[in-house]
């Protein structure tokens, strides 16, 4: 069998094998997906807290690329209480976006596939696993339950459509079963001045390019809201715009939030952002969850090294410092994590234990959970 030849690089025959046998993995999957006629009682499940309305229990997302299974959010488990913000922080890489493509069942197949754990979405009355849960029903639950609101608006519009056009088509394709003409332009109406846009008879009949990027993650926003979702992901809604417009749209995503009383998954790596917007915080680290905790466990008692790192490289009004902190080195290669801890190598705060395997989580205190070898044997203690 070829070896590696360096570090990182595969000879054409290993790759070729490494292909063959993902498609022999994803083929499974796929089969296991594309079963018809799935009876209910194979995705219905129970919620662990009614209070919640997402659980991600122990989630493995990977894909199977020709370099080898990128395991892209291993294990990760938090919730989303009902009618609160949870924001989710970390570098680039680190797999907030696969974790919420996971919730959407909007992964690019058949690469990557979650492998293990649950993805439990309160609908109310009863529960559904997603990810057992069939195509034809997921597309009921998109919009409906829970809807995203991606990063750059654009991506989201299609150029060549009206506005108007466009948040007509979410109402009749999710919600439109009885509804008349007039009936959907008047609700698309009442969507875009919900969103805080004044002129919203002009903008109905606009097309995107007409409007600005605030304009434009407006409506963007007054699409994701169309069925009154109970979930609504937002994936770096703001970081395609200036400050300015950044704080209009928060500030328009907290107001909606609690008229409508949904819990919204706020992704980013701005944790001025999460400071302002997030009542739960989740903290990422290479597919992993190092810690988790209230948004003041986080902000005021941060436990690891990590998040200590994240809170020195945020700048800070008032303070002066020549240069802001970086946490040093860059996140291991995905494909090839180590069997230790995954900080270890860019950790300035190494005890003994940091040597040995990934560390488990500690609790704390009831809500704040971390992973880190500093704190064994402290737990209840902040
Ligand atoms: N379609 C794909 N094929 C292969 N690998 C992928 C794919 N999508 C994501 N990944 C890998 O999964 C890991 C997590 O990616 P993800 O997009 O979730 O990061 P992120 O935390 O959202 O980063 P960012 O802040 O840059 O958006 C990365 O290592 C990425 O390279
Ligand atoms: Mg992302």
Redesign the pocket.
């Given at each position: 069998m070829a070896k590696k030849k360096q570090e990182g690089y595969l000879s054409a025959r290993e790759a070729r094998r490494i292909s063959r046998e993902n498609r022999k993995i994803t083929n499974a999957y796929e089969k296991q997906r594309k079963r018809k006629n799935v009876p209910e009682s194979e995705y219905l499940t129970t919620m662990r807290d009614i209070g919640n309305s997402v659980e991600f229990d122990n989630l493995h997302t990977y894909?199977f690329?020709d370099a080898g299974t990128?395991k892209?959010?291993d294990g990760v488990s938090f919730e989303v209480p009902i009618g609160k913000t949870v924001g989710v922080v970390?570098?680039?890489?680190?797999?907030?976006?696969?974790?919420s493509?996971s919730l959407m069942q909007l992964?690019?197949r058949p690469?990557?596939q979650v492998v293990e754990g649950a993805i439990r979405l309160n609908m109310g009355g009863k529960a559904y696993d997603v990810t057992k849960t069939p195509n034809e029903i997921l597309q009921q639950i998109r919009g409906n339950y829970v809807s995203m609101i991606f990063q750059e608006p654009m991506t989201a519009l299609n150029p060549v459509f009206r506005i108007g056009e466009q948040i007509n088509e979410v109402i009749e394709l999710h919600d439109g079963e009885g509804k008349s003409e007039e009936d959907i332009k008047a609700r698309t109406i009442e969507l875009l001045k919900m969103v805080g846009i004044a002129n919203s008879e002009g903008v109905y009949n606009m097309f995107p390019h007409e409007l600005s990027g605030g304009m434009r993650q407006r409506v963007v926003i007054a699409m994701a809201l169309a069925c009154n979702p109970r979930v609504i992901i937002a994936?770096?809604p703001t970081t395609a715009l200036d400050v300015t417009i950044q704080a209009q749209i928060l500030d328009l995503l907290r107001q909606l939030k609690d008229r409508i009383n949904s819990s919204i998954m706020f992704?980013t790596?701005d944790l001025g952002v999460i400071a302002e917007m997030a009542d739960y915080v989740v903290v990422?680290y290479a597919?992993r969850i190092v810690e988790k905790g209230t948004a003041d466990d986080i902000f005021h008692h941060p436990a690891h090294p990590y998040t200590i790192g994240l809170m020195a490289s945020k700048p800070v009004v008032g303070k002066k410092i020549d240069k802001l902190y970086s946490i040093p080195g860059k996140v291991p290669n995905?494909i090839n994590m180590p069997d230790y801890c995954y900080f270890k190598d860019r950790c300035e705060m190494c005890v003994g234990g940091c040597d040995g395997a990934y560390p488990g989580e500690i609790s704390l205190s009831e809500t704040h959970k971390v992973s880190c070898w500093r704190y064994e044997g402290k737990e209840g203690q902040t």
């Open positions: 894909f690329t990128v892209a959010v970390g570098e680039s890489g680190c797999g907030k976006s696969v974790t493509l992964l690019q690469q990557g994936d770096e992704i790596h990422m597919g995905p």
